[in-house]
Every structure is written in C-alpha cells, then in structure tokens.
C-alpha cells in the first residue's frame, strides 16, 4: 500500500532548497550502499544505529540509538514497515533504510503536506511532521477521491494534485449535539437517502446520530473506508453531499427483508407513496407503493428497485406522490387514507367536519349517510354498508368520483341536504342552514358561490353550478382571518386573507381544548368577542377575553380565581399542549386577547378538527 507514498515522500525533497536538505543530513547518515535490498543490515552497528536514529525521529523507538539489534529495534522496524507498506520482517534491510532516510529527512516538508491535508479535511488533528498511518491513510483517501491511480502515480502528479487549485476539499464535519441550519441540511439529505423519517429539525440528537450510522453502514458496505461512530465526518459528509453519489447496494423487490428494504420504504414514505410505517420487510403494498413511484418517474413499472429506480427514487428530484397507494381502512386508523377519504366526503357534500386524518365517528356519520344517499343504486351502497369499515374497492370508487354532480333536483331532501352541506363546508351557509328545505337563505348562498367562482348568479342548481360545487377547484367564501383548531395537536392556527386571495399563516399558539370529546368539531361562521373578564357561574371562576365560537363554547384565556390577575390558576397555564377544559379553548392571555381585538363578528370563520 504504501510504497507509492514513499515514492511522493521521496519527492517532497523537491520543494525544499537542496542546501537546506544537505544541512539536515549529516555525512555519517547517508544511507550505506549495499549489492541487494534483501541484505539484512542488522549485524551493521552503524548502519543500524543509523536506522535507530531514524525511528526515533519518526516515534517508532524510545530511548537512544545504541547500534544493537535488540526486540524494540525489531517491533520498531516491524511497525514502521507494516505501517507504510513494506514487507514486516521486523528486520533492516536497504529498502526500508532508505525510506526511512527519506521520511527523517524531509520531515518539515511531511508538516507542510500534513497541513495540506488538513485543510482540505482529510486529516484531522495538527501537522508533527511525523508520517505514521493516519497520515498515510489520509493520502489514500485524497487519491481516492480525486481520481488518482492506487498505484504507479508519479511523484509530479501526486504533489500537483495535492496542492492544486482544484484539489477536492471534504466538507466540514458536525458533532453530535449541533444545532442550527447545518444539521437541518444534514437532515433533509438524510431523509432524502431514507436513512432519517421526520422533518429536519436543526438539532443532532440521537435518531439523526442514528441514521448517521446507518448510512456509515451503507457506506461500508459499499466499499467506503469510513468510521460507523454517528458523527458527520467530513469523509461521510462528502458521500452524502455528492452531486454523482449513487445510494445502490442491491436490489429489492418482494420478499426482500433488512436495511435496504427498509430504506426504500421510508423513502416511498416521504415522498407520499406509502400510508404505512417503513419496516425491513418489502410486502405486497410496498411493491405496489413501488409501482406507483416508477409510473410517475416514467420508469418501467416492474416493482423491483433496481439500480436505476434507486438512483431515482433517492435523487433530489425525486417526483412526489399524486396519491398513495390505496387500501382498506376502518374505525381508529388515521394516515393519508383516511385523509382522502375525509377530504372526499366533505367535497361531496356527505361531511362537514374538517379533515383531522382519524377515522372517527364524524366518518362513521358521514359513511352511513353515503349509503344511504346511494340507496337507489344497491350495488355501489353494499360498499359502504358497514360504516365502521372501507375496503379498498370502497375507497377507490369514493376517490374515483362516486359523488359528483349529482341530480341538482333540491325539491329532493336528500340532494338539497348535500348542496347546503357542500354550501357550507365552503362557508356560504350557517350550520342551521342545512335542513333539506332549499329555501331563499340557500338560493342566496347559491349566488354567492356562483358570484365567486365566476358563475351566473342565478340560484339555481344548474349543471356547471354543481360540477363546480362539489369539485376540489371550488372556491370559498373569503373571509378575512380563518382560525383552525387541531385538537389532536392541541394548537390554534390563525390565517389571514392576502391580496391574492389566498390566506398566509400570520399566527401559531397552544391551547387545551375540552376533556372527553367535549370541544365539538365542525365549521363556524358566527364567532364574536364577549367580554373583556368574563365569570363562570358553573365553574365559579373567570377568565380574560372571552370568545364566543358557538353557544357556550369560547375562545378564552387561562383561569383566575377573581377577576384579579394575580389570582391565576396556574394549572390552567401548566394544562396548556393537552385537553383540560369543559368544552371551551383555553389560550395564554396574549394569545386570547390578540382574537379578542382582531377578529371582529363576521371577519372570522373557525374550523375546529
């Protein structure tokens, strides 16, 4: 390995003044001429008191050169040939005193290649002027990667190449526990590569160290030297960054279990193929998530990841999802799925509660209503027959298109029902509205649709009306803030209305939200401020801007004993992140008074989810 090292180290002479090498070496250890490298030169106390000195120098031997071969001399010797490629006899012979002539010598210029290697991030630590193997394994690497011969480079090339303009730099490596835009980078390649699910955080804790060392593994097993420790490197930060880099190891196709399945799942995962968790076992729903990946990237569909699928599926490029693979759901699954199924059934007028991605019993009302809306088609109502469950076959024909324009016949109460639904899932119409009687309050909010979305202002459920109603282009009523409650992560997101008519995301808070269930979900347009302290006589406490969202139920601040600010309830404050309340949403003070000032009646629709 090393003997073309020693051939550069014998050129690093070259940089340096002659009369300055000539100084260095004194006559008595200038190497002794022999007939053949195969002499042993141990029984020579002068020759090897030389070699001695040279070790020394190189820290291969303590102590002093006595010109007696004796075991530390012999391990001295063997360290140094092992280390720089040389038969390891343990013995002095003239190939291995002339490589060590050179490397004593020359030991400022080893300092200046170190420091070279240094800066170009292969070699870590400070430059001695000592050549042991990091350094050499360090010259390996940088030949490596900048496209030098293993062997029988010249000593020209190597040290041209070293110190070029265009030598490859390594990227600066990242601890463990780093944080900031650096480690978010990290992360984005990280989950590009699949070896990291998850968004990219800023912060390297332990499952971004994790999936460091699972693409270190990735490395190694494809021939990359590099330590599998979880901390960035700048070797592993080099492969993760390259522009040419090819994650391929293997194929995988069904059946295929480990790592690589793995990997390709959590991919597929991420870039929305996918509605289930990544495993190391590539089934049937895998292929097919596959399948869907290759269609899109224009790629022969045949469900095996091969070389070029993998090179695709894990380049930046990659295309996402239009939609995941489908399949069965039923009643406590949550997922995309359940998403496209929620999100269906409000645009087809079946629902009116915002998609939350939990199969519920809002689902379950909406599916039973689906069934029987179709009952004058037994065959297609069979699929929804049990609300609790949707097989596949249900879903795909839901997602296909089952509840477009329909009928538009309102004297029908069930049509008229699923207009007014659909009118006020897009805000025209008050939840009291949708009663099956398509009376003057519905024509007008008709209009009002038709008005926005460019359409004759007529009133009248006409064909182009209702394909535009119940379709995904359907335009919403504008409202100037839009405020949306998740209570499965218990925030409270506020929108406002831009000049484009779209809505930008203006605030973001915590609030707890009703115990058991109690906070109703659903869409409401009537929202006001109340009362700047306002009591509760059930509960015998108070609370700071309150907000009516509906009814009894409010918009309020954390709970006092008094209408006294120094009477808070600290655990209403503590609470905040979870379900504490009896119905209401509990905000932090700033927070609720920000809704109290700015949300005025009618500026405001709340969708609760």
Known sequence: MFKRFAVFI????????????????????MPVAVDSPYVSLDDQPDTLRQAQRHLIALGYLAGGADGIFGSKTEAALRAFQQDNGLSATGHLDAETLSLLSQLASSSASIADVQQRLIDL???????????GP?????????????????TGVSRSELIDALFSEGAVALPKGLPVGSKGEEVAVLQQKLIQFGFLAGKADGAYGKQTAKAVSAFQR?????????????????????????????????????????S????????????????????????????????????????PASGVADRETITS??????????RCALHGISTGDKGLVVRYVEEALLTGGMSVIPPGGRYNSAVETAVERLCEYLQSSPDTAALFADKTQLSKEAVTALLDGLLGAGSGDTADKAEARRIQRRLHSLYYLSKDGVDGQFGENSRNALRAFQAANGLGETGEADRSTLERLFSSAAVAKPYPYRV?????????????????????????????????????????????????WHYFTKFDCWAQYSFVIEGNIMFHSVLYSAQDE???????????GSPASHGCIRLQVKDAKWLFEHCKRGSVVILIY
């Open 10 to 29: 014998c050129v690093i002479a070259v940089i340096l003044p002659f009369s300055a090498l000539s100084e260095e070496i004194r006559e008595d250890e």
């Open 121 to 131: 991030g292969y070699l870590q630590g400070r430059a001695d002027g000592i050549w």
């Open 134 to 150: 990091k350094s050499a394994a360090a010259i390996e690497v940088f030949q490596q990667l900048n496209g030098l011969p293993e």
């Open 218 to 258: 990735h490395l190694a097993g494809q021939g990359v030297s590099v330590k599998v420790d979880g901390t960035a490197s700048s070797l592993t930060l080099y492969y993760l960054y390259g522009e040419n880099y090819s994650s391929y190891l293997s194929d995988v196709s069904l059946g295929t279990t480990g």
């Open 260 to 299: 690589e399945a793995q990997r390709v799942e959590t991919r597929l995962a991420s870039l929305g193929y996918m509605d289930a968790a990544a495993d190391d076992s590539f089934d049937e729903y895998a292929v097919e998530a596959l399948t869907l990946f290759q269609n899109k990237a224009q790629l």
């Open 313 to 322: 599926l894990f380049s930046a490029s990659a295309p996402a999802a239009d």
């Open 484 to 532: 949306e409650v998740s209570l499965a992560a218990q925030t409270v997101t506020v929108y406002q209305l831009n000049g484009q008519g779209g809505y930008d995301e203006v605030k973001r808070f915590p609030c707890s939200s009703g115990l058991h269930g109690s906070t109703p979900r659903g869409i409401f347009l009537d929202g006001f401020p109340v009362n700047r």
């Open 566 to 576: 120094s009477t808070l309830r600290v655990n209403s404050v503590y609470a905040l």
